[in-house]
């Protein structure tokens, strides 16, 4: 009798230890993500996601070593822009005159990669949920102005003098609209040299870079000079 109280209290005990470790291994196993309910009656800018999204290749990014032959300078990122932060034009050839975009960019623009029959790094865009690519960006015809104007094209931000110390986060000199997903620019080979960060692995930038909330100036009503009346 006594010996057969000692064997149940046991497979008690063990059945008891089973449902316990099942609990905490099923509890384990659950996904640690809490879903965000989206409350706010601001929505997000998909774009802004862009920086967590790919921040899964910033280790990558890190340890990549550089490619001398071929990296990106200011100076031609800003020779395809016909003013600071404009759309780029196109600068090869594009398949299909008619084509809006979408994959056909997007097979080089999403991710990046070295292009052999270009010989340069796809730099990757920063807002591939933007499909209809050609809206704003168009193959450069000619280099050539149809007529003579008084437009000109304002200086760009210096760089590297953004820092209020030495070692301190540059203040971000650029808007921020159309610029959300900051890992587009500024990591991997397609980043111009001058702007590549040396920590893409921090993901969350504007955590420690702050807008240059500068105003911009207005300057009025852009009047050609010569149009036909006068
Ligand atoms: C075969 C790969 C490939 C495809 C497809 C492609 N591109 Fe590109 N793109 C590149 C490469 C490489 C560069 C960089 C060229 C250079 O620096 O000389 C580039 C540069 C650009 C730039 C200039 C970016 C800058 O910062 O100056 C724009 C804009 C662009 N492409 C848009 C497009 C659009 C729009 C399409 C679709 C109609 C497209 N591309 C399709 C490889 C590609
Ligand atoms: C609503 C207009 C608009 C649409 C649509 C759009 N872009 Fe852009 N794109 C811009 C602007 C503005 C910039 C940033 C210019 C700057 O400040 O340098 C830009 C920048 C870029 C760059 C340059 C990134 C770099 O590192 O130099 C690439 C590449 C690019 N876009 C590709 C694309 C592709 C591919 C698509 C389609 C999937 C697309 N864009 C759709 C307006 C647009
Ligand atoms: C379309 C490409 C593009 C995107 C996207 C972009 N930047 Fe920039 N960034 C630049 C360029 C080009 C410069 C050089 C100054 C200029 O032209 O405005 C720059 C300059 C900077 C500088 C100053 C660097 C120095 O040495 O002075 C900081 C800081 C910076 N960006 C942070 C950011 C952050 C943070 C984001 C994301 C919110 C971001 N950038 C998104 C292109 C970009
Ligand atoms: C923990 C704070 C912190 C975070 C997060 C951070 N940065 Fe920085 N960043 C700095 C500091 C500090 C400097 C100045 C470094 C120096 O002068 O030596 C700097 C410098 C820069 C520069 C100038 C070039 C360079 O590398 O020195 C750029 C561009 C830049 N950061 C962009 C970014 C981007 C893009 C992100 C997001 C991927 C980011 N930063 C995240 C603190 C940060």
Redesign the pocket.
Known sequence: MKRLGIISLFVILFMAFIAVWNISYQSGMEEAYIPVENTNPISLIPSETGVFTRSKYALDYVNMPVDEQHQ?VLK??YK??AFHGA??????P???ER???DN??L???QNGG??N???????V?PHPEMIN??QC?VPEHTKQLFKETNFYKADPPEVGVNNALQGSPPVIPHQIQMHENCLACHAGP?APKEIRVSHPERVNCRQCHASNNKETEDIGIFKRTNNNEQ
């Open positions: 990106r031609n990122y395809n822009r759309p780029p034009s196109i600068p090869h594009v398949e299909d084509n809006m975009g056909s960019c097979k080089c623009h070295f292009v029959k270009y010989d340069a790094y796809a730099p865009t690519c050609r960006h397609s």
